[in-house]
Nanobody, 122 residues
Framework: QVQLVESGGGLVQAGGSLRLSCAAS????????MGWFRRAPGKEREFVAA?????YYADSVKGRFTGSRDNAKNTVYLQMNSLKPEDTAVYYC??????????????????WGQGTQVTVSS
């Protein structure tokens, strides 16, 4: 049974930082691209970052967010700096089969976590 469990969300002031973690189990971690997505209130879920040995970011977070992974710990991270109120959302990690191809297409992700709330106050 595959499980993705996010942690690290919370309330932070604009300009602050948070680090999200996602621990994966029940899958061969190195066979998956790991992605981060978010859903803001009243909006559709959107792509944030994808990570294999490389990274791919949405334009809205490029230069502020950094994705990384520790394959020994089956964990993927999202370091979020210079946070803005518009970054407020539920953040989800996801796993897409096929380690070679980074993708922002949510329909290519096979497994999803339950999400963690990030709230940025102005």
């Amino acid at each position: 049974q595959v499980q993705l469990v996010e942690s690290g969300g919370g309330l932070v002031q604009a300009g602050g930082s948070l680090r999200l973690s996602c621990a994966a189990s029940g899958l061969t971690f190195t066979s998956y691209v790991m992605g981060w997505f978010r859903r803001a209130p009243g909006k559709e879920r959107e792509f944030v970052a994808a990570i294999n040995w490389n990274t791919y970011y949405a334009d809205s977070v490029k230069g502020r967010f950094t994705g990384s992974r520790d394959n020994a710990k089956n964990t993927v991270y999202l370091q979020m700096n210079s946070l803005k109120p518009e970054d407020t959302a539920v953040y989800y990690c996801a796993a897409a089969a096929g380690y070679a191809t980074l993708t922002k297409n949510q329909y290519e992700y096979n497994y999803w976590g339950q999400g963690t709330q990030v709230t940025v106050s102005s």
